[in-house]
């Protein structure tokens, strides 16, 4: 378990301040993390065992939460060293340097091959497409998956940032 929430989590206990996890979950959910941080720690007071299981239930809280803010649901904690994928890093990286350079570069590149793979495959069952209900059944498939995709990547580019899904960050 190694991503930002858990990271946060994590040394929020270590710590022994709540407020270092609490931007990464909604103001309504305040209460229910202090709380839940509260009982984690005097559980923890206990043995090594005990401490494991206080500090899961913590981490499983705050990640819940989390994802519920999102709009996302929990699926439980992921072990660490899991990839992210190449543009995770890009990301932080731009982040830390203040140019979204690297980001869009990485995705254009990404995009157009995509789009001309997909392109590329609409075009090739075009060609067959008057052969046969079955040909003309996968060209259209093709054209309207094209379109579809097309359509979810500009709203996926539009979308609000993040913290403004309406969770309340």
């Known amino acids: 378990m190694d991503g930002p929430v858990v990271t946060a989590a994590r040394q ?3 710590s022994d301040d709540v407020q270092v996890v609490l931007p990464y979950v909604p103001l309504h959910d305040e209460d229910e993390i202090r709380s839940v941080f509260e009982s984690v720690r005097e559980a923890r007071g206990s043995d090594e ?6 500090d899961r239930l913590f981490f499983e809280t705050v990640v819940r939460l989390h994802r519920m803010g999102e709009g996302a649901p929990y699926t439980g904690l992921k ?6 994928g190449p543009v995770i890093p890009l990301a932080e990286r731009a982040i830390e340097d ?5 980001v869009a570069e990485y995705l254009t590149e990404v995009l157009n091959t995509q789009l001309a793979h997909r392109l590329a495959e609409v075009s090739r069952l075009a060609t067959d497409k008057d052969r046969s209900i079955a040909d003309a059944r996968a060209y259209v498939e093709a ?3 094209f379109q579809v995709y097309s359509h979810h990547l500009l709203k996926a580019m539009e979308a609000p940032p993040h913290g403004e899904h309406g969770g309340g960050h």
């Open 98 to 102: 203040g140019s979204p350079k690297p």
């Open 79 to 84: 072990p660490a060293g899991l990839s992210v």
């Open 143 to 145: 054209a309207l998956g």
């Open 12 to 14: 929020a206990l270590e």
């Open 49 to 54: 065992r005990a401490r494991e299981v206080a």
